[in-house]
């Protein structure tokens, strides 16, 4: 089958989630389909990253974003009741890019993801599948309410737009996926859940080298994405407090990239902040707990997965481990407030035997759960079924 996939973002390097999941799924897509990529970019895209997705993709059109055409655009949406986002990435020359390509490639199947792709593809004849992966609406509500002043009435705004668009995109898609059950919950129970994987043959602390345990506490995450900054400050201003009382010395280290400022602020002789790292896998194996104190965002986090599939002994929130479905108090630590996440930290920092207990149990639930080979199948499954349908 020939599959188009229409991305809002270059799928390398794996630096954001919504990268990691398109590469691995046009990856192992790649087996049995001939899979070609239509793209936007912020950024010029090397010929060594292009190289990289060309091991897999028959042929690639990567259109160049205009940062500031795109905050007109965004704009323009607002004026008419849409929302900011989807403006942000809609432009003619986008629109007009992405048919000529499409004509040229002639696809038995679209696979587009989230609603920032949907005004690019309105006027396709092709059977349409669209990856929502997070509910954005439920997201942006999220963050809202967490927010004070005008930015809590612009993502109100944004909410209720992302809502209205979810909404069409039901409509005007033939199918469409979801990364976990609580996004399909509100999006729609038509929706088909197609998680995420971790590769691991790749985050497996053998392959990271030895552990220097430098820090006691690690927390990763692409750290301008609000959901991950305002985690990281909860971190630091909420839960390390209740830390220190107990261990003075315990050292936290925050990696990954492009750090706001808000998060370099936290930088002190016991806080490091790194951003962007070569290999994310040294960040996870220079600890020994791994923590997640996630208060917004959507889907199923990819870094819980990596730290689990390193070996480390992971403490989070419901909202991270309701997607993930690991027990709590078995394979992950969970609490809400942040002297009950101190308390599992503490707890987890003053017996080896715990972390051991805790991070073995992790490791085999990722093992046996969470491989991308069984994660993409059903996606998969979405296109044999369209083509056994011809």
């Known amino acids: 089958m020939k599959i188009l996939a229409v991305l809002p973002r270059f799928p390398f390097p794996l630096d954001k989630g ?5 590469y691995h799924q046009l990856r192992l897509l790649s087996r049995h389909h001939d899979i070609y990529l239509f793209c936007t970019s912020e ?3 090397s010929d060594s990253e292009k190289a990289e997705i060309l091991t897999f993709c028959k042929e690639i ?11 007109v655009n965004a704009v323009f949406s607002f004026l008419k009741g849409g929302s900011l986002q989807v403006g942000y990435w809609n432009s003619c020359r986008t629109r007009r890019a992405f048919l000529d390509f499409e004509r040229r490639v002639a696809p038995d199947a679209l696979y587009c993801q989230m609603v920032r792709t949907m005004p690019w593809v309105l006027k396709s004849p092709t059977f349409k599948v669209l990856d929502f992966q997070d509910a954005l609406s439920m997201n942006t509500r999220r963050r809202m309410e967490r927010s004070r002043g005008l930015w809590r009435l612009m993502l109100g705004y944004e909410s209720k737009a992302l809502q209205r668009t979810e909404q069409r995109a039901l409509r005007l898609f033939d199918r469409t996926t979801v ?41 990763c ?42 998060v370099t602020s936290l930088s002190s002789g016991l806080v490091t ?39 480390l002994p992971c403490v989070t929130t419901s909202l991270a481990n309701t997607p993930l479905g690991a027990s709590a108090g078995d394979q992950v630590l969970v609490a809400d407030d942040a002297q009950s996440l101190a308390a599992h930290i503490v707890k987890l920092l003053s017996s080896s ?13 990722v093992l046996d759960r969470y491989s991308w080979t069984a994660a993409v199948e059903p996606l998969e499954q979405i296109f044999y079924a369209q083509l056994e349908s011809k």
């Open 273 to 311: 902040v790194s951003g962007r790292v070569a290999d994310i896998r040294q960040a996870y194996a220079s600890s020994q707990v791994f923590v997640a104190p996630m208060r917004l965002g959507s889907g199923l986090q990819n870094k819980l997965l990596e730290a689990m599939a390193m070996g």
């Open 179 to 219: 990364i976990s059950h609580i996004d399909q919950s509100h999006l729609s129970p038509n929706t088909v859940i197609v998680p995420n994987g971790v590769d691991t043959g790749y985050f497996d602390k053998n392959a990271a080298g030895q552990p220097d345990n430098r820090y006691d506490i690690v927390f």
């Open 43 to 45: 950024h010029a895209v």
């Open 353 to 365: 035997d715990e972390r051991q207990a805790l991070a073995e149990k992790g490791h085999r639930f």
């Open 221 to 262: 995450g692409n750290m301008s994405y609000a959901p991950n900054v305002d985690a990281a400050r909860f971190l630091v201003h909420g839960i390390m407090p209740h830390v220190w009382r107990v261990l003075p010395s315990a050292t936290l280290l925050l990696a990954g990239a492009d750090p706001k400022s808000s």
């Open 18 to 22: 919504d990268k990691l999941r398109a």
């Open 61 to 71: 059109r990567v259109v160049k974003m205009n940062p500031a055409l795109c905050l």
